[in-house]
Structure formats: structure tokens, C-alpha cells
């Protein structure tokens, strides 16, 4: 069924989310792990140890290599856009980690020189691959509630980033919020208009670098839907992602995961459950493997992306006018993207 | 709608249950609490008071009360056999308390006593009553989940009962399960068989009594249903009151009431709920309520009680069954009662 | 422990809220409903017989007569300002549901002429009684999830009221979200920011009208809070009434009601619960109850009433700024009511 | 961390369950498998294929097989004793799924033939590595419920095998009663008493086999623990699969799983899940790696196996008891096995 040989790709960055991909890339049964690059080489080549593959440090490596079909980004955001232009001068298809880059005039730009590429560009939102919530936007799709009115997702982080990496994360809603704004699109494609408040509730830090802690996003679609996004920098209860799409006839509601099904009951409480799995890489954890499922498999097909480089163009967008409402305090109208 | 005045009931017993009846008495449309009478007069002058009636120390001047249609017995269980032969003889319906007597032997003199009695007597077994369990009834009554194959009844007390109390209440068995066996009767009238466990966990005092603190008891019904009663004379978690019942298409399952739907989110734990219903007293307030308007329903419609003496009679039976069953390590046939 | 005799109460109007009321009169110990007032006379007749009291048609007649201690005021909205004002100059203590008035020029002049009353007055925001949203207010007090950050309020009606009751609703902020505001100041006192947006989804009835039949509003406390409110004229699966107090150390939260706990298991899906509540009479039975103490606990200790007229004018300003922004797409920032 | 070279492994039987273990097997780091024996050699061949081993017919060819670590049996239960010998004498380490034998004279001679052996023999009762019951059993072990009173098993397949497999499957008790009576003893080990009923619901092909579809097992532990297991042949709702353990300070409990955590709220329905897992395949899909990774580890550090060949002894002791015990109507006193 699948073809001769497995798919032969590479990845670039080795941290956190680079070994997520190497980890899922050296299990996938079409593909084939060849390289891990990454400047900091000793990362790479421990990672590439774990996973069969090979360590280079320079990017030119990877695209010098014979016979790759793709490349997995998943080094830091200012590296994306030179190597996304790369791999699709060498007709390699992308699969990005989000943002494709803070700067929305740089983002414009590499769309701009991608406009004749046909190979595959995928966006890593990875939560529209999450289980429950790619159920909800199928049954939401079959028609399972109706027509669509109000979209709630709420998503918390157990606690803010450090300092060093809020400073250049591009503020809130270019750095988390971005996700709930590509879920949002999930539901509802074509969003008009952008309201957006932020606050300061409990961390000085994030205040003294003129960023929010907290914000509520509201969004409307072209059809009337609303769609609300509430952020918290941190939750105590761990990482809260949770959605509800709410229609004519109907809701559908995810909620969030723990590791088993055991409750507790006790004289100080009843029916408690356990802690919520702490973070992405836990939460996400099959979301990871089914967004590399889709990736592979729009390579055999040449079938379109999705979510596309389009995508993250479009949820970069929503960002900027998420800050720009919240500081002006004003919707902001969106212009379809020419 | 309702008759040109209220039916006019007396009430024997001041204690725990006699307040309760005595207020849903007191707040019910279509009844007069006329009379309380108790042996400690002093309580029954005060609960009198309360609720608008007069307090009498004598049973005597009940039954000479003219005009009076039904009686309720909530005195202790000794005298219920002679105050329900008594009411029935003046003609006042009777909703007694369960059980009617600890010996099958002086209930079924009673039953013979009543044998030609047309009144209405009704047994107290108010979790028929409870707004849950009789839900699940009627819907497996509908056909909702096809046919009936098994039933699961979990009912542990919050703590036992002072040693005086347990020394006198006839048993496990014919005490706390007899609840339950009612139950299992309200889903499967006819029980054939009786296997029953009994096991001394925690309580030095209950085990010197010879009586058990921990017992299950499994029952036949006539068409293969099994039926499974866990009980405990303790529960950290206050008062343990579910069941569930299993058919050829479905499963109905009613589980614990918590005082409001406030569920809690922290670092230890989530969805943690409130502590249940501490006791009978509270969980089954809405079924004592309930209970009172299928009396009245009955007498003023002459339709049967239920549950019914016959179904007093069949509970005793099927907990004299289980305590031989336990004793014996043998399952119990039940021969029809004659 | 109560006073010799009940509290003297007279009531305005017996529709549908005045009904609810009525009942909880008649049931209240320490309260004597003596009369029910209504033009509509056979109606406030019909009340009166099954609650021991008298009907008149003049509001004059409730204010001739002699010894009552308060009136409940659920006669139409354009009454409550002269009826308020009426029974503070009689001093009589006030419970009146909300709104005050549409008109906010017209309800500060109320404030006006009651700026010298002692009398209690007490606004009928019920939703602060109801037992969960109350108890998660009390544990937000309590401190137990730290410091507050957000809350999360979704309600939703069943299905919009008719083109007539629409018409002369002050539109959906006045009428519908006038309730979440105040449940949002029940939390966060001191709102400094509204920002909203309003959407036309499904009745052209409402849209024909210029009011919107979905809205989500957002409001910043004084002290960095956010508040969102999530709103629908219609609900497939009922009435849709939650709300979550997310704090510094954990989460509160309150789920929408079934008449039972029964779950139902079966081929298509499980744990299903029953049907919510149908509408606020069913959902909020208790907290009409517990307004009822309220009320009757402060005039008898003297102690200021919650919520009082002042929470009823805070929440009018409120609704008046939501639909200002929801118009301009401007935060409205608020200024202190002198 | 681990041994230069991964353990190397055969597996007997290529049917649903060696399937499982292949896939198992072939993705497990420290783990190489190395042969798959079935005497259906197309089967045998088109698994090897998958997971990269090589096919053999003949058990002997896995025997003469140099440098094997371990074998894992998942042929059928007619195989296993042979198996298990011929492994145990070549100092294979042993993983053999249940039962050993239908037969306990058949088992104990094999049990005879082992006392000398040193290799690790692990039984495949899979459901005690399953993440939920897992954690109980260690949250009891810690003490959380203070001590262990009560054990309430609910399990139930969606349909009953085909009239072949039930004939040959040694009837309810030792087929399927026997991974319950393996989990209660995970709770209580030490089981000195069964008592058993059974019963004929739905299947006239199981009743004319002389088997019941239908059974409950209460057993009591040394120290007066009672377990209660309730079986069907059938679940309309899928796979049951239910625990609650009951201590003097609280309960566990570990529910069904679901794919997702998606509920729908209509009409008709509240907070409606989604169907269970169909079957044990998929519901103990984590369970059967988690008891993979604990057969590497036994035979990597040498320490005992868990659940041993004397767990599964044990086991089918329980089972011949509950049989005895539902056929003659009594409880059966279980002796220590020498």
C-alpha cells in the first residue's frame, strides 16, 4: 500500500520540539529520519544517536543531501522563513513549527517568493490535530449542531516562559494566543473583525516588557459567528485547552485530558480527578504524531496542506489586530488578504 | 381539583422521622396534621407547635379522634404492628415506617389480622421515592434499555449506629439491606433466590453483637436477573447511594447528589466536587416528600399502595433469607409466600 | 428566635415571576402574605385563593393598609420607579425585581428621591442566591483559589421571547445580560471598562428590532480583572447558565443542572444525561427561596440589603455601556456614579 | 542506561493477540524480535513481514534458534504447558498469556516440572498494567484509603464469542471470570472463600453448551475483604470495564474510557460521551506495552515476574471454585495450595 521506500526527511533544531519530531519521525512507518541539523551539534548528535539518524551542523548540509523529500522546521522562529525559502528552492516539502516569523511585512515578503513553489508548505498548528478537537470540527462540519454560532476556547499555560524568552516571543498574542487564533480559523475560515483587551494580573516581569498576562480575544466571522479566546500566562491546575462550538441545535464541548480515568472520593471531597497533563508536549502528545500523520500523507497524495503557510499568514494577521484592538481599544476590521 | 378539605392524618412518633413527616405533613396542600402523639410528650408538644397541631401522649386518643383519615407510624418498630392492626380496624389508611416488625412470625399474624381489611396501608420505603432511582424504574419499565439482565446497588451508611441502636435492630440484614432488597424488588418483583456474605471489617462492637459490618448479597429474580447489593456500615465519603441497572440495550445509572454543582480545580486535584449528602435525612428529603403524595394520591383514588404491606412482608422475608445464606454459606430458594 | 408575629407583605403583580413569588410567600414561616395586587384582577384573584390572600386592583389599597412591613414589586418594568418610590415614602421595605427602569435618566432620578430612605431596598437579582453561584462567591471570598483573575459567564435563554415581549425589552443588554453584569459584579465590584459585540445569528425578528440576539461583553475590574460574558436568545439543550472564577491558585466552577443524576449508557453514547432545567423558574426555584430569606433576614436585623438599588443602578450603567461599545466598537471606559 | 544488544526475542502465534505483541514487540527499544512460529505460515509470514522477523513453522525451530533471550506465547491455550516447558528448559524467559491451562490437574503437573526453574515466567493478565487500575492498586498500596475494605469489579464484553470459541473456552470462569479473579487477587491476594451465581439472560447457544452468560463472584480475603465481580457476555455500550476499591478512609474508582474527551449537549441529551472502546485490543492497548516494558525489566534485572506463573495458578483455582460454587449452590473454602 505504501510506497517502495519510505519518505526521507530532515530536521532542523534539536530542543524541545525538535525532539518531539525526531521521536515521532524515527517511529513513523513511511519515513525515514535521515538528519538532525542544528548549530548546537552535540544537541544534534545525541538526538540523532537516539533516533538513527545523522548529526550536521550547518543547514547547507541538509540541503546538499541527495535524495531528501522533506524538511521538518523546527529550529527558532528567526531561522523560518530563510529556511522555508530554501527548502522550496530545493523542492522540498516544509512542514514549519508556528510562527513562520513575528514580522508580519518579513512573512508577506516569503509569501511573496513562495508564490510559484508546488511543493507541500505545512503550518505546525499542532492542536487542530488533537483528537477531541479535530472530532468536534468534523461532527461541527457533518452538521452534528446546526449552524454555527459561538466558538469559547479557553487556554492557559501552566506558568509564564522566563523572562529572556517573553522578551523576543513577540508579545502574547503572537506567542499563544496564535494558536487559539488558528482554532478559531479551524471553526470559522474567514474572520472580519478583531476585538481584543489585555491585562496585568500577576507577573511584573511580563508588565515591565509591555506585554499582557491575560487577554480575551473576541472575533467575528463573516456569518455573524463569535468566537471568544481567553489566555492566561499560567493556571494552577496545569495546562488548561479546552473548546466549546456552540450551534442552532446544539453544543460540543472538550474538555480536558488527565492520565487515567481514576476519581477520588474522600471526606473532604468526592469524585476528584488528577492532575491535567502539565504542557504541550504531553497534552499534544498524539497530536504530534497524527499532524505528521497528515504531512506524510499530503506528501504521497499531493493533496493541499492544511493547516497551510496561508494559515499562518492569516493567524499572524489576527495577532497584529488582537494588539492593535487591545492597545487602541477598538475593533479592528480585517481586509481580506490580497 | 382536590377534595372540598384536606385529609386529616395523625402522626405516632416525634423522633428523627417523625419531624420529618411532621414539617412535609405540616407544608403539604392537601393535608391537616391534626394530631402528634408520643409517649415523651414534651417532643411531640414541640414539634405540635411547629407544625400547628396537638401534641397527645396516648395512641388511645388518636383513635378516638373522629374524623380523622389516615394515621403515619414513625414510632419505634415494636409498636408498629399493633398501632397499623389498630388504625386498620377504625378504617384509617396507614403509611407505617419499614420495617413492620423484626419477626416474619408477628408479621404475618399482622398480615392475617389485615387479611380483610380494605384500607390502604402503605410500607415507608421512601427510596422508591427518590426522584433518581424511581427515574431509572420508569425508564426501564418503558423498555429503555430492553431487558432487564442485572442490577447493581451500592448503599453504605456514612457510620454506624450507636451500639444500643445495633443491638436492638434486628441485623444488618433486617435493619440497613432491607432497603435495598425493597429495591431490588421495585426492578424485580419476584426473587427466587437468596446468596448473601457477611464479613467484620472495622467495628469490635458490631462483630461482639454477632451482626456483620460489611455485607454483599447477591438475588435471583424468576427470569435470571442478578442482582448484586454491596453494603458498609461506613463511608469516609458520607452516604453512599447508587445503583445501576444493565440491560439487553442499555444502562441507566443514578449516582450521589452533591448540595450544588460546584466543582473544583487546583494543583492536587480536579473536578473535585462537595462532600455528599451527609445522611437518609438530607439525600432523600425530595423522596420523604414524594412518598406523602403517592399516600394521599392513594386514598384519594383507592387505587394500591406501593409499596404495599405485601411488599413489607416480601423485604423481611428476603432479609431473614440472606442472614441464613450468610450464616450458612448456602443460597436460600425462596418458596412463594401463601 | 423570630419575631411574635410574621412579617406583613403585600405584592405587585401575578404573572409569572409574581406567581414564583407568591408561593414562596405563602410557604415563608415568618411571613403573612396579606395582598396581591393587580389591574388585572381575576388573575390576582386566582393567586390569592390558593395563597390565603387578598386580591385588590389599585396599587392605592396595598398602600392604605395598615400594618404591612413590605412589598414585593413584580409588576411590569414601567412600574417599579413609582411603586419604589411610593413604598420607601411609606416605608415599606422594597423588594423589587429588576430592572429598575429601562431609562437610566429616569432611575437616577428614583435615586434621587431615595437618597434620604432608610427602608430596606433590595433588587431581585436572584442569580446571587442560586446555591452554587453563591457557594463559589463565598470560596472565591474565602480566598481558596488566591487571587481573582478571570471569570467566565455563559447564559443562554432557551429560545428568544416573543416580537412583542422584544419590542419593549430595552433590548438584549437591558433585559438579558443585565443579569450576567450583575452576576459580574457580585465578583468584581468595580468594573472600570466594557467592551462588547453584538451579532444577528439566527431571529430576523430581533435583527428587524436593531437588537442583536447573540453578544459577548467583556469587563475590566479595577484591579486588573476580566470578565466575559457569552450570551444567546436561543439554547438547543436548554437553559445554559455556568460560570467559572479562574484564580491565582485554581478554579472554581458552576455547571448547569439536570432534574436527576441519572446517565444513560447505550449503543450511540454515554453517560447522557437527562435534559437541563427548561427555564429560570425551574433553574432558579432555590434562589427565589433564598432571595426570600434574604430579604426577610435584613429587615428584620436592619443590615443593608445585597443587592441593593445601588447594584441595581451599577448593572443598568453597565447594559448601557455594553450596548454603546457593542454599536461603536469602542471600550467604553466607566466613571464613577456620583 | 540500557545493554549493548536489546533482548532478543520469538513469539508463538500470529493470530489477534500476537499480532498485538508483534507490533509491541517490534516498536520496543530494548527489544528485538526475532522469529514468529505459527503453524499457519502465511499468518506467521505476513506479520513477520510487518515487523521485520523472520517465519517459522515449527516450534523447534525456535528452540534451536541461538542466542534467543525470551519467548512470548500467544498461541492457543491447548499450546502453552508444552510451550512453557520446552522455553523454561532452553532458559528462555517466559510471557505466556492466560490460562496456562483449562485443566488445573494439566496445570499443576506443569507448575510440578518447573519447581527447579530459575528463568522469569510472566502471565499475561495484561489488565493489571492497564494505566487506571495500575494506579489504584498503588494509590491503595500507599495507604490513600486507609485500608482496603470493599472491591467492586464490573466486566463486561460487547458480545459473546462465536458458539465454537465458547466451547472449547472452558466456560465463563476460566475464560473470561479469570481476568477478574486476577485483578481482585492485585487487590487482595490472599482469597480464602468464593461464592458464585450464574445465570442464563440472552444466549440459548451458551445455555445449550451448559455454560452461563451471566455470573457474580463474591470473594473474601484473608483478612475479610469482600470482592464482588459482576460478568455479562454482552454490553450494549461496548466494553465494560469498571473497578472501585473501598477503604476505611475512601474510595477509588477508574471508569470506561473513551476516544476522546468530546461531550454533546442536544435536545435530547446532556454531556453525552462518545461510545466506549470497542473491545480489549483497544482498551488495553497502553496495558499490553506496559506489560511488555515489565517483562524486559524482570528479565533485565532479574527480579521476580508479576503476575507470576503462580498468579496465574491461583487464578484458575478461583475459577474451578466459582464454577463449583454456582453449580452447588454453596460457598467454597479455598485451601492454601502447597
Given at each position: ?9 530532515a530536521?532542523?533544531?534539536?530542543g ?10 524515527a517511529?513513523?512507518?513511511d ?6 541539523a542544528d ?6 548528535r545525541?538526538?540523532?544517536?537516539q ?28 531561522t ?21 516569523d ?18 507541500p508548505?505545512?503550518?505546525?498548528f ?16 457533518a452538521?452534528e ?40 480559523r ?35 466571522g ?7 479566546i ?31 480515568t ?12 488528577e492532575?491535567?497533563?502539565?504542557f504541550?508536549l ?11 500523520d ?31 484592538s ?13
Open positions: 500500500m505504501t510506497s517502495p521506500r519510505p519518505l526521507r526527511m530536521l532542523f533544531g534539536s524541545r520540539i525538535g525532539q518531539v519530531h525526531a521521536r515521532n519521525l517511529a513513523h512507518p519515513i525515514e529520519l535521515v538528519l538532525i548549530p548546537f551539534i552535540d544537541a544534534a545525541k538526538l540523532a544517536e533516533t538513527g539518524a545523522r548529526a550536521v551542523q550547518d543547514p547547507d548540509e541538509v540541503f546538499a543531501e541527495p535524495g531528501l523529500d522533506a524538511v521538518i522546521i523546527g529550529s527558532p522562529t528567526s523560518h522563513v530563510d529556511l522555508i525559502t530554501r527548502a522550496a528552492a530545493h523542492g522540498l516539502a516544509v512542514l514549519c513549527e508556528k510562527p513562520i513575528l514580522d508580519l511585512a518579513t512573512v508577506m515578503e516569503c509569501r511573496d517568493k513562495l508564490k510559484d513553489t508546488t511543493v508548505i505545512m503550518l505546525g499542532n492542536r487542530r490535530f488533537d483528537p477531541s478537537f479535530a472530532s468536534i470540527n468534523a461532527r461541527v462540519e452538521g449542531i446546526g449552524s454555527l454560532e459561538q466558538v469559547t476556547i479557553i487556554s492557559r499555560d501552566p506558568a509564564p516562559a522566563p523572562r529572556d524568552y517573553i522578551e523576543t516571543s513577540g508579545g502574547i498574542f503572537r506567542d499563544m494566543t496564535i494558536h487559539d487564533l488558528d482554532m478559531a479551524f471553526f470559522v475560515e474567514d474572520i472580519v473583525e478583531v476585538t481584543a483587551v489585555g491585562s496585568n494580573q500577576f507577573s511584573s516581569d511580563i508588565e515591565e516588557l509591555g506585554d499582557y498576562d491575560s487577554v480575551v480575544v473576541t472575533l467575528r463573516s456569518r455573524g459567528e463569535l468566537i471568544t481567553t489566555n492566561s500566562r499560567h493556571c494552577a491546575y496545569g495546562y488548561d485547552q479546552r473548546l466549546e462550538a456552540f450551534g442552532s441545535e446544539g453544543m460540543l464541548e472538550a474538555k480536558n485530558i488527565t492520565p487515567t481514576v476519581r477520588k472520593y474522600g471526606a473532604s471531597g468526592t469524585a476528584e480527578g492532575a491535567y497533563m502539565p504541550f504531553e497534552r499534544y502528545a498524539q497530536a504530534y504524531k497524527a499532524e505528521l497528515a504531512f506524510a500523507m499530503a506528501i504521497r497524495s499531493g493533496t493541499p496542506c492544511s493547516p497551510s503557510f496561508e494559515d499562518g499568514v492569516a493567524a499572524l494577521v489576527l495577532a497584529d489586530a488582537a494588539l492593535e487591545a492597545r487602541t481599544g477598538k475593533t479592528v476590521k480585517l481586509k481580506p488578504i490580497a
